[in-house]
Structures are given as structure tokens and as C-alpha cells.
């Protein structure tokens, strides 16, 4: 499975002009890449105090474009998230588009982030995320500060996902954070973590790209590092039952004790 990642420079506040970047990126890529990946919050950024207006009303205006986009790309679009209002709600959304046009996952972020005081102007998702099946490979995502919750991506590998995507617009200030926990949750949990951050500013933060793939024994496939660009990687399943048989760690578990 190729996949390319698109470690992006979102417009703060500008639904519309990421909209047409990631038109333009999607036209960039090889006819071979099977799967693409977007950051977290890639229509608005981090405009918190904005999203009432910024917000997509019920994915009104970004899953059909999504969804079209997908079947003109005939690829399967792992779509980030999006600041998606429903009602007085506003959420941290994830979205996840096959390659024929069908919306198959959505998941909304768990863990709001107290440092940014996302509880101010974003709902909590109160279900844990669902796997999801592409290609016959069972996936997951996560979003941003989830990864600091080890329980989230272990309840997705234990529901038999191979890889786990965390999109992220994480600050240039922690990246250190996010290569030691992406390698750890790749580790433990012997999946693919396939990582998309974000690069350039909103007001105050910085973003700190460092967009990767870990392999399940936490080998570094691939990386970028803090500019704009794309990142493209092969997932090997068969080395990854070659690392599960060789470390067998789920049958080592003590669902008795913990
Ligand atoms: O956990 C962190 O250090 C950053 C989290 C974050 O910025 C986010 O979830 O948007």
C-alpha cells in the first residue's frame, strides 16, 4: 500500500484556500499512491475563536468536496480532521473517505487540549474511534494530543488494527514529545503509525512538521522535517507479521491483571 502524506502550511481561517491547496496537492501526486493523508484542523487552523463561523456546518461543504475529490483521485482519503459544527456543537472531526466517494469513518477528538483551551469553543467526542477496513487492512485514527493517551491506540490494535494515523498540528516547541510517543505507540502496539503534522503559524503557535511513518518495531521509514511538502511511504505487511511472530507481545498480555 502506498500512501502520501501532505504535511501542509493550512491558512489560518481560510476554509476555502485550503480547500484549493489540497485540490493542487492531490493533482501533484503519482497515479500509484493508494492512500493520502491530511493534518488535523486543515480547513481553519487554530482560529478557536473563530469556528462558529469557520466551522463546517454538518460537513456540508468539505465531505462532498472530499468525497469527490476522492473518486476523481481514485484514492482513499485519510482526511485529517476538520472543525465541524452540528447544532451548538462544534468538533474536532475526523473523516474518512474510500476510494469510490463513501464516507466510512468518522471519529471525533477525545482528549481536548488544556494548553490551548479547546474546551472553550470545542465539544469532546465521547465514543472511542472505530476501526476501519481498506484494502482488507484494519486501521484507525487518532488526532493531535490523543497521542499522549496510550490507551487509545492500544484499544485500536486490540480491535486487530495495522496501522494507526495521528494527524496532528503539533507545536514546533514539543516535537521532541511527538517523535518519542509516535515511536512508542508504534512499538507496543507493533502497527504502522502513519503521523501527519503541520508546518507554519496560527497567531501564537508553531507547527512543527516532522510528518513520519514508523514501521511496527518503531524503524523510522520515513520523514520530513519543517517545511511544506509531501511524504510518500510503502507499508510491508508481511514484515510486520514477521516482527508480531518474533515478539508476540499480544498473546504475552495480562488481561488479568491490567
Ligand atoms: O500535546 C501536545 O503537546 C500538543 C497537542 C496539540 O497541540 C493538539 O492536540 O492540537
Same mark, same amino acid.
Given at each position: ?34 492512500? /493520502? ?40 482519503? /485519510? ?180
Amino acid at each position: 500500500m502506498k500512501i502520501a502524506l501532505y504535511q501542509m502550511h493550512v491558512i489560518p481561517g481560510k476554509p476555502e484556500e485550503n480547500m484549493k491547496k489540497i485540490s493542487e496537492w492531490f493533482n501533484s501526486l503519482d497515479e500509484e499512491i493508494d492512500l /493520502v493523508v491530511l493534518p488535523e484542523m486543515w480547513n481553519t487552523s487554530y482560529r478557536l475563536s473563530d469556528l462558529n463561523e469557520l466551522a463546517d456546518e454538518d460537513g456540508q461543504v468539505i465531505i462532498p468536496f472530499l468525497q469527490e475529490e476522492a473518486k476523481r483521485m481514485n484514492k482513499h482519503i /485519510v482526511g485529517g480532521s476538520i472543525a465541524y459544527k452540528t447544532g451548538n456543537d462544534i468538533y474536532n472531526r475526523a473523516i474518512i473517505i474510500n476510494n469510490k466517494g463513501v464516507l466510512i469513518n468518522t471519529y471525533d477528538k477525545a482528549h481536548l487540549v488544556p494548553m490551548l483551551n479547546e474546551h472553550h469553543y470545542l465539544t469532546s467526542g465521547e465514543k472511542k474511534p472505530r476501526i476501519f477496513n481498506i484494502d482488507d487492512i484494519e486501521m484507525g485514527t487518532i488526532i493531535c494530543y490523543d497521542l499522549r493517551f496510550p490507551e487509545l491506540a492500544r484499544s485500536l490494535a486490540l480491535e486487530d488494527a495495522k496501522v494507526i494515523f495521528v494527524t496532528a498540528q503539533w507545536p514546533a516547541s514539543r516535537i521532541d514529545h511527538w517523535q518519542s510517543l509516535l515511536k512508542a505507540r508504534a512499538i507496543e502496539n507493533q502497527v504502522f503509525i502513519v503521523a501527519c503534522n503541520t508546518v507554519g503559524t496560527c497567531d501564537n503557535n508553531e507547527f512543527g512538521g516532522h510528518t513520519l511513518v514508523y514501521a511496527p518495531d518503531g524503524t523510522l521509514i520515513n520523514s520530513l522535517y519543517e517545511d511544506e511538502g509531501t511524504l510518500t511511504v510503502e507499508l510491508d505487511f508481511e514484515t510486520q507479521e514477521q516482527i508480531r511472530e518474533s515478539i508476540p507481545i499480544f498473546n504475552s498480555l495480562r488481561t488479568d491483571l491490567y
